[in-house]
């Protein structure tokens, strides 16, 4: 069998060691459970509300009890046998006997979802109904116990909104419709960042008759806490987030006590929306988004600006557990490179748990500023019986304490280690932690890497200053070069197609080339000289679909034996579309797997994932998707992984080991500043040079820098004046000159940039289609030349090269 036989001839043949399919399988779909659980965060716990007892009587409230969110939509939405809601859950410990459930309750919110399910509503996006006067009445002489389940469903290529548009607004009033039922069925006057009316009825209602209120958030992402934060009736919250095709069997666990929480916020919960610096200005314009905020994003700012602090409800870091441990300095060492502290976790407490250790600096403010602490390392412990103790270690580079100088207060384009203290923190959030006894003392500020400026903002009027001022930018409006695009001038969107009469794989000699090179036979370099320049082209331009697959593929010279092989989307799980009737496993959202603070656990979803997307002969999964937490209101957060680089980085970097590991390329995407989803086509970031190097690239450094991933997808949107795919600066200077990246870059799907720009940039394919005409008027009018475009088809087949 040739090294691409799965991707140009095979039915999707199973990868279960005893010949069962691996896709959708009963391992996976428990593997997928157990990541749900471990990324579960506890908020709030008081008067040992849960674990619920056993036996104890509970009444679920919330129409999101049914109508259960696994995920967002879009590109990250996943094909599934079934998804288990929070009702469905809780009616399996019902059965084994850890609780009695209302019956009557989970009946009536059953119908209800059924009901706007059937008019087309998607999950997520019901109405929430008043509960009827006997139900509620039943439910109080039940039980003193109210569970209320609130849910938001977010997707791609649209932002969560400040405030509803009130022509599409519709409630249930005693289960009977009163308006018509469209794509946002949910009342949200101040957008749903916040309750909507008639779920704060809810709640008013629930605390009301009911003794022991506890709050599920089946959410994607940042929310208001205010509402269960400062109130003492409501006793327990739990950060169930979309916990994939399980999630509701997974929160069912924590309730009842069979999983212990161990889950970490990976973003500040702040008191209300306008209290993120990103929300003033977010929906300002569809055209453009300033990040003066700069790198005072989430805990950054918080932590750092005068006043912010108490506007944090719940801090970045934070989450609570079933038991207490005790996190003590065992030894610093401190060396020129580094510093290594050994930590002694102990769990004092009654049942087993895990918890996370965290490590963070104190950098001196010097010239350049600095945020009061930024994450440098951290580690989850195994999990420990009562009374067991861990040494956990975490290390820091010295290098990694270093700030981007970019306007030359220091030295122009280099990290540089300012003069003066840095102290490091030791603990379990970013507010919960003890000074280390060692730190680095630095007598003279020090250039750790000298660089060139890169993508440096020409529009970018101010940033924001560690006192909370605004410092002023240079700028120079002149400079901004976004490309052209018409689609007068752009052919219709159809794949470019390879059409040989006669020829198929293992035909003729020449048909064997590729096999060739992948043996050693024949080297690369020897390869390309074969190669004419429409096959250059064809190797730059997106593939027909074959198949199950429906986002394209790579490739597809079947003259010389190179396959066309396919693309999928992901990321929380292989995304088939329903028509073809494969089902496969979701898995938690993102901002859940980096909650868990477990890069071995991500790594184990990556691989399962990555065995289901072989299985299914397609040999690229579009993911991880990386882009940083910036804001709430970004509808694509639930994909993303946190606000903090440290924990996307190193999130995105085990998952695509997971990944790779089953020779499927990983894809990381959108690189980069893709926080936006409005008019993302057209949206220019507008940065400063050192907020994105230090926040919004970090992330996929670390991800280049420790797992090597085969391809990545560069974004929709223009960064400071240039489209991201035609940016020579971040794709090739910083990507591959700076990083040391060797694999192959592709466009995001349909783009409005210019190919032959994008080639000269170091963008190696469009996709879904390339415009090979059009790609080779303009290398025969000079505008490309061949050799361009052969650097970028040797990358493609580079790709091709490790998969399968």
């Not at 599920?216 to 979309?242: E, K, P, R, T, Y």
Request: one cysteine or more; proline letters at 4%; glycine letters at 10%.
């Amino acid at each position: 069998m040739s090294n691409w036989s799965r991707f140009t001839y095979l039915p999707g043949l199973p990868l279960g060691k005893d010949g069962r399919r691996v896709t959708g399988s009963k391992e996976h779909i428990e593997l997928s459970r157990t990541a749900a659980t471990e990324g579960m965060v506890l908020l709030k716990n008081e008067e040992g509300v849960l674990p619920l007892a056993r036996g104890q009587r509970v009444a679920l409230f919330g129409k999101a009890c049914t109508d259960y969110v696994k995920g967002g939509g879009g590109s990250g939405d996943v094909t599934v046998d079934y998804v288990r809601n929070l009702l469905d859950g809780m009616r399996a410990k019902e059965a084994e006997g850890k609780v009695s459930l209302y019956a009557p309750l989970g009946a009536f919110y059953e119908d209800v979802t059924a009901k706007q399910y059937a008019e087309g509503i998607v999950p997520g996006m019901t109405a929430e109904p008043e509960v009827p006067q006997p139900l509620l009445d039943g439910a109080k002489a039940f039980t003193d116990t109210a569970v209320i389940s609130i849910c938001r469903f977010s997707g791609e290529n649209w932002d969560r909104t400040v405030k509803a548009d009130e022509a599409h607004t519709s409630e249930f009033q005693n289960g009977e419709e009163l308006g018509l039922l469209g794509r946002a069925a949910q009342v949200f006057e101040r957008g749903d960042f916040y309750l909507s009316a008639a779920e704060q009825r809810l709640v008013d209602t629930v605390k009301e008759h009911f003794a022991k209120v506890i709050v599920v958030m089946n959410v994607g992402g940042m929310v208001d806490s205010s509402w269960f934060h400062d109130d003492a009736q409501i006793q327990s919250v739990l950060m169930s987030w979309q916990g994939g095709m399980e999630g509701g069997l997974a929160t069912a666990d924590l309730l009842c006590g069979d999983a212990n929480p161990s889950g970490k916020l990976v973003d500040t919960f702040a008191k209300c929306l306008e209290d993120y610096p990103s929300s003033y200005n977010f929906h300002d314009s569809e055209y453009y988004v300033e990040y003066t905020d700069d790198i005072y994003v989430g805990y950054r700012y918080f932590e750092t600006i005068p006043g912010a602090a108490e506007k944090v409800n719940y801090p970045f870091g934070f989450g609570l557990s079933y038991t207490e441990f005790t996190v003590t300095e065992k030894s610093a060492v401190l060396t020129e490179d580094a510093l290594t502290v050994y930590a002694e976790v102990t769990n004092v407490g009654e049942c087993a748990g895990k918890e996370v250790v965290q490590l963070y600096v104190s950098a001196p403010q010097g010239l350049l500023g600095k945020p009061a602490k930024e994450l440098k390392a951290y580690q989850k412990t195994r999990l420990l019986a009562p009374g067991e103790t861990q040494t956990v270690k975490l290390t820091v580079a010295k290098a990694a304490l270093a700030s981007y100088d970019d306007l030359g207060k220091v030295c122009k384009s280099a990290y540089v280690l300012e003069k003066g203290v840095y102290t490091f923190w030791l603990g379990t959030s970013v507010r919960d932690v003890q000074q280390v006894s060692a730190e680095y003392r630095v007598e003279e500020d020090a250039v750790v890497c000298q660089l060139t400026e890169k993508c440096a903002p020409n529009m970018l009027r101010e940033r924001l200053r560690p006192d909370g001022t605004m410092e002023p930018l240079p700028t120079d409006e002149t400079a901004v070069r976004i490309s052209a695009w018409s689609r007068e001038e752009t052919p219709a969107m159809s794949p470019a197609v390879r059409a040989m009469d006669g020829v198929s794989f293992g035909v003729n000699e020449g048909a064997k080339a590729f096999e060739q090179v992948a043996s050693g036979e024949l080297s690369l370099d020897a390869f390309m000289e074969r190669l004419s320049l429409d096959d250059l082209i064809q190797l730059v331009c997106g593939q027909p679909n074959t198949g199950i697959a429906n986002t394209f593929g790579f490739g597809n010279l079947p003259e010389y034996g190179v396959p066309n092989v396919m693309t999928a989307d992901g990321p929380a799980g292989l995304r088939i579309r329903p028509e073809v009737g494969v089902h496969t496993t979701a898995f938690p959202c993102a901002t859940l797997l980096a909650s868990s603070w477990n890069p071995q656990l991500v790594e184990q979803v990556g691989e399962a994932g990555a065995s289901e997307v072989l299985e299914n002969n397609i040999a690229v999964w579009l993911t991880p998707a990386m882009n940083i937490h910036r804001s709430p209101l970004c509808g694509r957060n639930f994909e993303y992984y946190s606000e903090d680089p440290l924990i996307a980085g190193k999130t995105g970097a085990a998952m695509v080991r997971g990944i790779q590991s089953q020779h499927v390329a990983a894809s990381v995407k959108h690189f980069c500043c893709n926080n936006k989803e409005t008019c993302r086509f057209e949206s220019d970031s507008r940065v400063s040079e050192r907020a994105l190097r230090e926040i919004y690239l970090k992330g996929f450094e670390i991800v280049v820098r420790e797992s090597d991933p085969w391809t990545i997808m560069s974004s929709y949107n223009i960064v400071n004046g240039q489209r991201d795919s035609e940016n020579q600066d971040l794709l090739t200077g910083i990507l591959r000159d700076e990083w040391g990246f060797k694999g192959m870059v592709t466009t995001d799907w349909w783009n409005h940039a210019e190919q032959y720009l994008e080639v000269k940039a170091g963008n190696d394919v469009k996709m879904g289609c390339g415009y090979p005409e059009r790609l080779k008027k303009d290398c025969e009018e000079g505008r490309v030349s061949k050799e361009e475009i052969a650097v970028c088809a040797r990358r493609v087949l580079e790709m091709i090269l490790k998969v399968g």
